[in-house]
């Protein structure tokens, strides 16, 4: 078999799962920024035109990147209480983003209705339902959770270094006297406090 011939025949055998696996790789090693078909394509030893197949678009291989990363969410030994069910799966959320580079970033700029995705939006769903919220309200706070969890999780991910200390120079008693009197808490090493906290005050508001 001729090396033409072996190529093709390992690019008749790629799969999208392989794809988006390589694609994964790529966004560790470059980042968001540095992610493109044709990077994933290289990744692969194969044309651009082969991925397309496979992805359609870019933005297709996005969202279904983004489902591959919630897919990492688990499900098992969650607690029977549903408002601790709620806090759990934010959490596992919120782990399963930053365990990839640019995670949130990711999956902030995506809205993919694929399984993986809908299944955790699904037993968020549940949770807050089983709580005792209405059908609405379980909807919003599904939607304030998610945009809370991408929000500190992206900052988290992109946060200057610990001893950065521009904040303390720019924020001033004169010009900025209520900042001044809290900036030691606005920080970025306390992400973890700060998600508890947020987590709390979203759901800690009675159902109605």
């Given at each position: 078999m001729t090396k033409k011939q072996v190529k093709e025949a390992a690019t008749d055998r790629l799969t999208r799962g392989a794809v988006i696996d390589a694609a994964l790789q790529v966004l560790e090693e470059r980042g968001l920024d540095g992610l493109s078909t044709r990077a994933v394509a290289d990744r692969l030893g194969v044309r651009m035109n082969t991925v397309l197949w496979h992805v359609k678009t870019k933005a297709r291989m996005l969202d279904l990147m983004a489902d591959t990363v919630l897919g990492t969410v688990g499900y098992d030994a969650l607690p029977a209480n549903a408002l601790s069910r709620a806090q759990e799966l934010s959490g596992r959320y919120r782990r399963a983003l930053l365990a990839h580079r640019d995670g949130a970033a990711l999956v902030a700029g995506t809205?993919?209705?694929?399984?993986?995705?809908?299944?955790?939006?699904?037993?968020?769903?549940?949770?807050?339902?089983?709580?005792?919220?209405?059908?609405?309200?379980?909807?919003?706070?599904?939607?304030?959770?998610?945009?809370?969890?991408?929000?500190?999780?992206?900052?988290?991910?992109?946060?200057?270094d610990l001893h950065d200390d521009r904040l303390n120079r720019a924020v001033t008693s004169d010009e900025h006297p209520a900042l001044h009197r809290v900036v030691d808490h606005l920080r970025a090493g306390s992400f973890e406090d700060r998600f508890a906290f947020g987590l709390d005050a979203i759901l800690s508001r009675p159902p109605g």
């Open positions: 809205y993919p209705a694929e399984p993986h995705t809908l299944r955790f939006a699904d037993h968020l769903v549940e949770a807050l339902i089983a709580a005792g919220a209405d059908e609405r309200q379980a909807a919003w706070t599904a939607w304030t959770v998610n945009y809370f969890v991408l929000g500190l999780a992206q900052e988290e991910q992109s946060a200057p």
